[in-house]
């Protein structure tokens, strides 16, 4: 199994174009090196067969310098086959818009992420005429949803990890999961790994799906619970980590205390806020990180699974 780990920022990218926070400052001065575009993974268990994990807004430059994900000289024959969405958000949606010229790709997504995508959002009414996705809206209860892709080679699981709505979709609340994770096995080799940059709470379910995994890849969205207030300030607006449907890294009942459960499984944090200070590598909270044995992802990294 191979996992091409496209983009690790939180919505916006690292720099924000409208932000001057210390990340973001960094970035600036840093330079390439420091940079993220928004998050994004490509998972393959098979030469030339791809599936995306959300399409980022920064989808056509993500691709573009992934090996493996461009057509073959003299050809339109694209190796992307779907995308698997965790969520509705904009950030994990949009690039969905850049991939209307390829051939038909298969698009699934929680049921409600699917309604809003066809009514408050209409993605799948602006996609339609260029043929360019077959959806499939997906009833996922909280012990999880199984399907197989790429003719049974790939086993797929989602698990329920939250009900935040985007934006977008305020009205008549409409039954959840709103967020969901997922778990890739490739029955061949006994690889799996799991993936969940959207995180608004820690289900026993999601703990059942990491145990046995080569690797987790997860919400690293907020290092503390009060960090958006304390280092961009917006009046009016006091958002805590939890309040915008992340689990902080820190704290008690963050991630770091439940990663400690799942010792054996190589654990990287991806979708960094651009105030979070683990992207920064001199960062105290990146050494504490290090400390635990736990990875910050960073855009390109690849990471290939052989199993037991």
Known sequence: MRLRI?????GGGLPQWNCACPGCARARTAGHRARRTQECLAVSVSPRVWHLVNASPDLRTQILAAPGLTPPD???????RGVL?????LDHTAGLLALREGAALDVYAPAAVAAALDE???LRTLLAPYGAARWHALDVPATGRRWTLDGGRLRVTAVPVGDKRPRYAAGPARPGPWVVAYRFDEPATGAAAVYAPSLAHWPDALDEAVAGADCLILDGTFFGEDEMGERTPVVGRAATARGMGHLPIGGPAGTLAH???HPGVRRLYTHLNN?????DPASPER???????VEVAEDGTEIVLSGA
């Open 74 to 80: 003299g050809t339109r024959d694209t190796p992307l």
């Open 6 to 10: 496209l983009g690790t920022a939180a």
């Open 120 to 122: 408050q959002f209409p």
């Open 85 to 89: 969405l965790t969520d509705g958000e």
């Open 259 to 261: 990663l400690r459960r």
């Open 287 to 293: 050494a504490l990180l290090a400390a635990a044995g």
């Open 275 to 279: 105030t979070n200070p683990v992207a």
